[in-house]
């Protein structure tokens, strides 16, 4: 069955850092989702991004955050200058349908930010 | 409370018995979604029912809907030792991005 894959499964960065978190979705999926889940919290909504762009972010995807389909296959997520509080895991998903079908989760990436 | 609240917090059973777990929402929805997630792993889709469904079946899952209430309720049927998981309901209001608001999840644990 075809999966969300998300590399690295874990990454260690500095405070202040840039950090790439990669996910290859399904390969016949449209819409593209962004979540993360802080230790012990709930799973948040980050972004979801659509056609090539965002459709809708959350409150918590400020100006240090930001996506993108390079190329055709990989959707990326960008935090430009890390915080302690960004550390967390971050799932990245699609779906075939948006609204009318399931989303599909990678993993996650383990984000720790010393 | 927030969207999406799972109901209890955590759920201890025997091995071929039934698990019951619910759900409460505030806003209008387009559907709710249960996931399942083991430890240290991403979330599993399980179950997506629409608004205008009151209820849905999947082997030995099944979600009931009550959108006058607000509320959905998922039930495993005969649990087994892998059922043993966290599992959350998540509601799309239908919004442009879909996004999906989480509850905090009913931790199930299936003793054999």
């Known amino acids: 069955e075809p999966e969300v894959t998300q590399t690295p499964s874990h990454q260690v960065t500095q405070m202040g850092q840039e950090v790439i978190l990669r996910c290859v979705p399904i390969?016949?999926?449209?819409?593209f989702y962004w979540y993360r889940q802080i230790l012990g919290q709930k799973v948040e909504f980050l972004v979801s991004f659509y056609n090539n762009e965002i459709s809708e972010k959350s409150e918590i995807f400020d100006d240090q955050f930001s996506v993108e389909r390079p190329d055709g296959s990989n959707f990326t997520l960008k935090i430009r200058s890390t915080k302690l509080e960004d550390s967390a895991m971050y799932f990245c998903?699609?779906?075939?349908?948006?609204?009318?079908?399931?989303?599909?989760f990678g993993d996650g990436t383990r984000l720790s930010i010393l | 409370s927030q969207q999406g609240e799972e109901d209890p917090q955590a759920l201890s059973i025997q091995e071929g018995e039934n698990a019951t777990m619910n759900c409460s929402y505030k806003t209008s929805i387009n559907n709710l979604q249960w996931y399942r997630q083991n430890s240290g792993r991403g979330l599993v889709h399980l179950i997506l029912i629409r608004s205008n469904e009151r209820e849905k079946h999947s082997g030995r899952l099944r979600v009931t809907l009550d959108t006058s209430k607000k509320s959905s309720s998922l039930l495993i049927t005969a649990s087994r030792a892998a059922d043993t998981a966290s599992y959350f309901c998540a509601t799309d209001a239908g919004a442009a991005g879909n996004k999906l608001t989480f509850g905090g999840g009913t931790r199930v644990l299936v003793k054999p």
């Open positions: 390969s016949n999926h449209l819409y």
């Open positions: 998903a699609s779906s075939e349908r948006g609204g009318l079908g399931p989303q599909h």
